[in-house]
């Protein structure tokens, strides 16, 4: 038995997710985003930064405490190299860059310096940085990309993987390992918001409709194509994402079929029709 669709809300009585949206959410983003101060004594890289030295040294494993009060770009800076230590001093650069880019004012040579890193040194950092900084890093190039193809792949890197975040951490309350799909269940007439169609999971093609597109944009983009190329391949080749799940369920579905079309061809034993023995 199909459960009946919900009416649609009231205006009137309809609860919103966030109040007073669009103008609450732009306020908070705005205060987030407030730019980090720099003091005198704070090291900000300059333009003219040698990259090839960077590359080359390592983040000293043991970082002495702070002392004293700091100005958040100092503890920010600090926090990203006991992170990041053991890796190219330049990655702990690109790390400071990429705090200072998302805000709504940063130094002036800030957005140049982070493009000529990637676009110089990103092939030999890329295999250093941890997936969140190749991810941040992408991401970054679609406030400040040079071209419109280098933002229009870093806005598409930051939607595909910031709603993978959300749903990967929700996904967490399941009880679920991470690579471990959801059994495959009778689910018509459940219905998705916003009155959107359910996915086919034998013939619908979604997910690769959505990879696919990404990742022709990212093979033909400067500077940033690379770096996005790289983080898709990490993806594909990663078991405990979204994507992963969906192939094995898809797979899963497709050898359901295979075996109900083998017992439907399967020979049958022939019927006993000789009657009853007579005694």
């Known amino acids: 038995m199909t459960t009946p669709d919900p ?8 609860v919103e997710t966030y109040p007073d949206a669009p103008d609450s959410l732009i306020g908070i983003w705005g205060q987030r985003r407030r730019r980090l101060k720099l003091a005198a004594r704070d090291w900000f890289p300059p333009a003219d930064l040698d990259l090839a030295p960077l590359l080359a040294a390592r983040i000293p494993r043991d970082q002495p405490p ?18 990041l230590a053991g890796k190219p001093e330049l990655a702990a650069v690109n790390a400071i860059l990429i705090a200072h880019l998302r805000k709504q004012r940063y130094p002036a040579h800030a957005p140049a310096l982070f493009r000529r890193i990637w676009a110089e040194a990103g092939p030999a950092l890329m295999p250093h940085l941890p ?9 970054t190039f679609g406030d400040h990309g040079e071209t419109e193809a280098q933002r229009r792949v870093g806005l598409s890197i930051n939607v595909l993987f910031s709603l993978m975040k959300l749903y990967e951490y929700e996904r967490l309350h399941s009880g679920l390992d991470a690579a471990t799909p959801f059994p495959i269940r009778g689910i018509r007439g459940r219905s998705l918001p916003l009155d959107m169609p359910q996915f086919n999971l034998s013939t619908g093609g979604l997910d690769i409709n959505l990879l696919a597109q990404i990742w022709n944009e990212a093979r033909k983009a400067p500077v940033v194509g690379p770096l996005a190329c790289h983080l898709l391949q990490r993806l594909n080749t990663d078991p ?19 075996d109900r079309a083998f017992e439907d061809l399967a020979p049958r034993p022939p019927e006993d029709d000789a009657g009853p023995v007579e005694r």
Do not use: N
């Open 7 to 14: 009416d649609p809300p009231d205006p009137e009585t309809e």
């Open 66 to 83: 702070l002392e004293g009060s700091q100005t958040l770009h100092a503890r920010k800076l600090h926090q990203m190299r006991v992170e």
């Open 131 to 139: 997936g969140r900084w190749l991810i941040s890093s992408a991401i």
């Open 240 to 258: 405990r994402g979204l994507f992963r799940r969906i192939g094995m369920m898809r797979a899963g579905r497709q050898m359901d079929r295979i």
